[in-house]
């Protein structure tokens, strides 16, 4: 398995924290007020909360050791971190659904996941779906029933779907749109990403 | 999002030290409703204390009832067997919760703990006596459709959001509770709290205490039912829920329990209807009377009027959904 170490410290290799203890320091020499003195005698305590940590985890089947701060999301360090923008940010704050992923196979808001929270975790984005050239079968689906408009918000989509059926939630068009009631479409896409589904449930592959 | 500290914990004793040692720490477990509020600035700890690294998971069941861990997720709670044979309205109530990711991602523990969704609590340039004590009310003469018309004080008029615990309040369900003092347990129905002059507290758990489980007692209800009624059809708070657990021989109810959501700033239970029904004949005049006699004391804020109305309609409607279950 191939590893890739991202190591996002800063061209010199040094850490916010170290930076932030020599500003912090050089600002108090300078100007010396009984404030920034304070600071930099605090120094040690605030530069904790700027600590960033490591983090091990595996996406799309790429193991990555990262160094993060804890108040990353797992859907920032997705897209800021590893550059994978097929996951979508589109309320940050669970209401949507553009931004799910599986972990460890179940479909998760990646909004509102912290990343440190996913140590050792598998995690599959929309850009792990297909295998080579060859698409996800509900990938074809959506594209077969143009199950989309502008797209925003079909990764999520078509990570809850999967989902979906592997949960066993997809027996009629009701059920569907109970169990996927947690992606919204802007564009009002639903009666298709409804048809897309069924067909991959009644095509009976192994997802 | 302000930093903050993040540290892992794998056992109670650990969780709660760190918990008393760190005056602004809190726990984290699905963080679905704890990264939303520290997102909007609505609460900022200086240290989480993440608490899934311990052993609270656990589903078991034996002929006295069922303890459900602290950790367990909000889906796995649905979808476990016993829990749909044998509790089905606390199934049924957390399905109606959230969305299927959510679920995923929400713990027991959590769910219980989940802070209001009232709007003025949510916007921190408002006045909100629950985020900052004395600021004032928001919503008393403001937005208000939300909120509750049951045991309101003038200093707060939110309600408690949850599904899940609405079920709990009427299975007559308790909580384990580990702390710096030891273990405890307290009946579901005293953990959370009315808002009167202290709207801040959503709840009795007290400094450093950590939720380790719930336990519901055994029954005998043959007909239960969850309703929910909200603006969309799925993925959406309550504007008012029941969740109804009746024990019918014949056509005779033996034993009642019944509980409202979106009403109060607590799971609202509903013991002097609970009486009333005990004993009488499941038909519609029963269960109007019921409803009618659940409304009794209901006080409303201007938008949220509809709530007398709809709670009526929603009781008589829970009832007879359960009374014809098979
Ligand atoms: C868009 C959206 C829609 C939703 N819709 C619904 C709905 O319709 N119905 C509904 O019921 N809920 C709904 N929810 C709320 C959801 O159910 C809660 O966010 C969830 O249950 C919280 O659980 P958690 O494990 O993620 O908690 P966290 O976010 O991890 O924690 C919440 C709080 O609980 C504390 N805590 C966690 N575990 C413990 C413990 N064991 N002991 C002591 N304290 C603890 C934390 O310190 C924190 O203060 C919705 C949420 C979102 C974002
Ligand atoms: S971006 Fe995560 S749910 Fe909207
Ligand atoms: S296709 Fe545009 S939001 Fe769904």
Redesign the interface.
């Known amino acids: 398995m191939p590893n890739q170490d991202n190591n996002p410290q800063g061209p010199a290799g040094k850490s916010r924290r170290d930076f932030l203890k020599k500003s912090t320091a050089l600002a108090a020499l300078t100007i010396a007020s009984p404030v920034l003195v304070k600071a930099a005698e605090n120094d040690e305590k605030i530069a904790a909360l700027f600590e960033q940590m490591p983090l091990r985890l595996e996406v799309n089947g790429v193991a990555h050791t990262l160094s993060v701060e804890p108040r990353v999301t797992l859907l920032d360090l997705l897209r800021e971190q590893l550059h994978l923008m097929g996951t979508k940010k589109g309320c940050d704050h669970g209401q949507c659904g553009a931004c799910t992923v599986h972990v460890d196979g179940k479909r998760i808001n990646s909004c509102l996941s912290l990343a440190v929270m996913n140590e050792g975790k598998k995690i599959t984005t929309i850009e792990g779906l297909a295998i080579g050239d060859k698409l996800h079968p509900m990938q074809e689906a959506f594209i077969k029933h143009d199950g989309f408009q502008c797209g925003y918000c079909t990764p999520g989509q078509i990570m809850s779907a999967v989902c979906c059926v592997k949960e066993g939630h997809a027996n009629n068009a009701d059920e569907i749109r109970e169990y996927m009631s947690g992606n919204i479409c802007r564009c009002g896409a639903y009666p298709n990403i409804v048809d897309a589904i069924i067909e991959v449930k009644k095509g009976g592959q192994s997802l | 999002?302000?930093?903050?500290?993040?540290i892992?914990t794998f056992t109670t004793k650990a969780a709660v030290d760190a918990k008393v040692k760190s005056a602004s720490s809190q726990f984290?477990a699905?963080?679905?409703n704890l990264?939303?509020l520290?997102?909007?600035g609505v609460t900022s700890p200086?240290k989480?204390i993440?608490i899934?690294g311990l052993p609270l998971k656990q589903i078991t069941a034996d002929a006295k009832g069922i303890l459900i861990g602290a950790l367990a997720l909000n889906?796995e709670v649905a979808e476990n067997a016993i829990i749909k044979t044998k509790y089905p309205l606390l199934a049924a109530a957390l399905n109606a919760g959230?969305?299927?990711?959510?679920r995923?991602?929400a713990t027991v523990g959590g769910n219980m703990m989940q802070r209001t969704r009232c709007s003025y609590f949510y916007d921190i340039t408002m006045p909100c006596n629950k985020r900052e004590p004395g600021s004032g009310c928001g919503a008393l003469q403001g937005q208000n459709r939300m909120h509750a018309i049951f045991g309101t004080s003038e200093k707060c008029i939110a309600v408690h959001p949850s599904d899940m615990c609405v079920a709990l309040a009427a299975l007559d369900a308790s909580v384990h509770i580990s702390g710096p003092k030891g273990d405890r347990k307290i009946l579901f129905t005293d953990f959370h709290r009315l808002s009167g002059d202290t709207p801040e507290l959503d709840n009795n758990l007290q400094k450093g205490e950590l939720i380790t489980g719930i336990h519901i007692p055994a029954n005998a209800f043959n007909k239960t039912h969850y309703l929910k009624i909200r603006d969309r059809?799925?993925?959406a708070f309550a504007l008012v829920s029941v969740a109804a657990a009746l024990e019918i021989s014949g056509n005779t109810i033996n034993n009642a329990k019944l509980a409202m959501g979106g009403v109060a700033h607590k799971p609202w239970r509903l013991t002097a209807v609970e009486k009333f029904l005990t004993g009488k004949p499941a038909n519609k005049e029963t269960f109007t009377a019921a409803a009618n006699m659940a409304m009794e004391g209901a006080n409303t804020f201007g938008q949220n009027n509809f709530k007398i109305k709809m709670g009526k309609a929603a009781v008589t409607e829970a009832l007879q959904q359960a009374a014809q279950k098979i």
């Open positions: 999002m302000i930093n903050f500290d993040y892992r984290i699905g963080g679905t990264v939303d520290m997102k909007k200086d989480l993440d899934n889906s959230a969305s299927p990711q959510l995923n991602m059809a799925s993925y």
